[in-house]
């Protein structure tokens, strides 16, 4: 089973930068890792992905972060991070680490990580 632990989060201004990290562990097949992301939920809207990343280092990223957060991981250390910058308020919200086989708007991960709230104030 996969134990995912987030941290990084916290609050910072417009215009900032804050790098969220996910590490992976407990008794687990490397499959169950094969690909990682973020999602993230706003009061009130519904959780959306945000990044993922396989780990041959494939990524997507939703519309509205491109360019602005990148997803990487260390395969080594099965971890996963997302560089956020330029953060805007509407990027404010829990953001939670997931993976699985394949993670995508219709494959839902197979494991979560516990949350970590992000806070953007203008």
């Known amino acids: 089973q996969v134990q995912l632990v987030g941290s990084g989060g916290g609050l910072v201004q417009s215009g900032g930068s804050l790098r969220l990290s996910c590490a992976a562990s407990?008794?687990?097949?490397?499959?169950?890792?094969?690909?990682m992301g973020w999602y993230r939920q706003a009061p009130g809207k519904e959780r959306e992905l945000v990044a993922s990343i396989s780990r041959g280092g494939s990524t997507n990223y939703a519309d509205s972060v491109k360019g602005r957060f990148t997803i990487s991981r260390d395969n080594a250390k099965n971890t996963v991070y997302l560089q956020m910058n330029s953060l805007k308020p509407e990027d404010t919200a829990v953001y939670y680490c997931a993976a699985g086989f394949t993670i995508s708007a219709s494959r839902a991960p197979t494991s979560w990580g516990q949350g970590t709230q992000v806070t953007v104030s203008s």
């Open positions: 407990g008794s687990f097949f490397s499959i169950s890792i094969n690909t």
